[in-house]
């Protein structure tokens, strides 16, 4: 594959982290004091870019109080001739972030930028430029595709540690040099408070960087910005998003674990019991510190498709916002199901309009995966599977339906990639082995945790006949970071052949598993 070779990185990302630096916990723990402060705006948090195509993108910024984001490009590093971009006043009612989409860029190249924050007042008065890059997708076939992806971050007690070196597994999927990384969902864990120490095996002790808004259950929305900002807190993170443009997905933890529409917790940590209030103002702060276009749509989706050239389409699904109400799973019927009618329906129109090689199904939960939702006591079903190996059932109707329609428009090229159970593995699913035949084969890669506790492997559901070729987990549940089990996997696709390869991968980029796909095959 016929990468550009990538500028050195401690050069591209020198402004980023020169800003960072000056980001310490005191000013993290609080809101931006906006007014109180004098001077020029600071950007301590980084920069970021997101869903990026062959001749767009999104570029995000947090400002230390009220400023207006500037955003300059350049084809080089030294910013000779660069072109401008007048982005949004940032203030308190976007807790001082902003996004602004960068259009009609040249294809296939690396985009220089540097991000500046103006006093509103003075805009001859600018802070500290903070610069990035990225790759715009490219209209060769030639040039290839190559992303990663996982999930789950800050889950189970485990925060940002800085005696084992932070968010370190960022680092290890910076040195691949990616296109992009596809995030499944698990940003943050808004239901999971960290304490400044939490015991190890073996008497050892890990330790927390805490904040005030990490103390409890996120249920404001000034406790959810926190904890988007406390991610960000992490320099492996903040040098991540300076180098590699994101794909962002939502799951549960964003709100509360294993949530639902119209669902009412009995959880007694929370005071606002209704999940709908919760879900709000969490996608209000999702919405503000992620650069994802179809927010800034009237209907304010996550769901949707990034055209990556000729070879990639991504389809990034929301499997938490339109679902019906987590229960045994088992009815005959099931017009709503885990997607909702509306974005099942987008999914099959995208899927036969695109012409790329290979169609990505970035989904936020597993397909043949049992997973339970114990929260109220009940035998409930989380994603899709519930365990009956016979017809299809409840959700896994709506999944029937897809995969039908997948087999009769003969769509080709279709991969599944999810997160969310913390380990790794690859399933493949055949209608030979299956209880519903009426499918083309096709694979389903999982991988995470990113930084979260690690559990043991789920029971398989053998409705659509999946074969678990390759897990590694623990078989203890919420092993550490510490411990290992922090995956992520890699998506490289050869501009000449066409081939797809999935790599699965370790904390620190040893490959573990590796599987080789042919381009063209129904299904896949």
């Avoid at 007694?268 to 510190?289: M, P």
């Avoid at 994802?292 to 989706?301: A, N, V, W, Y």
Wanted: proline share 7%; with cysteine.
């Amino acid at each position: 594959m016929s990468h550009r070779p990538f500028p050195g990185r401690r050069s591209v990302l020198r402004g980023s982290l020169a800003a960072s630096a000056a980001l310490t916990l005191p000013t993290a723990l609080g809101a931006a004091p906006a007014f109180a402060l004098s001077g020029r705006p600071k950007a301590g948090w980084g920069v970021q870019t997101g869903d990026v195509t062959s001749d767009s993108g999104l570029v995000w910024i947090r400002s230390d109080r009220p400023a207006r984001m500037i955003v300059e490009t350049s084809a080089t590093e030294s910013f000779r001739n660069p072109r401008r971009w007048h982005g949004p006043l940032l203030g308190a009612d976007t807790d001082f972030t902003g996004t602004t989409a960068l259009r009609g860029l040249p294809s296939g190249e690396q985009i220089h930028y540097r991000v500046l924050l103006a006093d509103p007042d003075d805009p001859r008065r600018t802070g500290e430029p903070v610069t990035g890059t990225f790759r715009t997708a490219s209209g060769k076939r030639r040039d290839g595709v190559r992303f990663v992806w996982s999930g789950d971050l800050a889950g189970q007690g485990w925060g940002i540690n800085p005696e084992l070196g932070g968010y370190r597994i960022y680092d290890a999927m910076a040195g691949l040099d990616p296109d992009f990384f596809l995030c499944s969902g698990d940003n943050i864990y808004a239901d999971g408070p960290l304490a400044e120490t939490a015991p190890l095996p073996g008497g050892r002790t890990w330790r927390n960087i805490t904040t005030q808004e990490k103390a409890k259950v996120a249920e404001t929305l000034t406790e959810f910005r926190g904890n988007f900002r406390y991610n960000l807190l992490d320099e492996n993170l903040r040098a991540f998003n300076a180098q590699v443009p994101s794909i962002i997905q939502w799951d549960d933890h964003e709100v509360t674990n294993n949530w639902f529409p119209g669902e009412i917790l009995a959880d007694s940590r929370y005071t606002e019991k209704n999940v709908d209030v919760l879900a709000a103002r969490a996608r209000q702060a999702f919405s503000e510190y992620f650069p994802i276009s179809t927010l800034r749509r009237p209907d304010g989706r996550v769901y949707r498709v990034q055209n990556y050239g000729p070879l990639l389409d991504v389809f990034a699904l929301d499997m938490r916002t339109y679902r019906n109400a987590n229960s045994p799973d088992d009815q005959t019927a099931d017009a709503q199901g885990i997607l909702g009618r509306e974005q099942l329906e987008w999914l099959k129109r995208e899927l036969g309009r695109s012409r790329a090689v290979w169609k990505v199904i970035a989904s936020d939960m597993p397909l043949g995966l049992v997973v339970p939702d114990a929260t109220d006591g009940k035998p409930n079903i989380e994603a899709v599977a519930q365990g009956d190996p016979g017809a299809p059932l409840g959700r896994e109707l709506q999944i029937a339906e897809l995969l039908r329609f997948v087999k009769h428009r003969r769509i080709t090229g279709t991969v599944w990639l999810t997160a969310d159970v913390h380990y790794t593995s690859a399933q493949h699913y055949d209608p030979s082995r299956a209880a519903f035949k009426d499918f083309a084969p096709f694979w389903e890669f999982v991988s995470g945790p990113l930084n979260a506790g690690a559990f043991p492997a789920n029971t398989l559901d053998g409705t659509f006949g999946p074969d678990r070729v390759f897990v590694k987990a623990p078989t203890v549940a919420n092993v550490s970071p510490a411990d290992g089990y922090q995956f992520f996997g890699e998506v490289d696709i050869d501009g000449d052949s066409g081939e797809l390869t999935v790599r699965l991968r370790e904390q620190d980029g040893t490959v573990l598993f590796t599987q080789v796909l042919q381009p063209g095959r129904v299904g896949q």
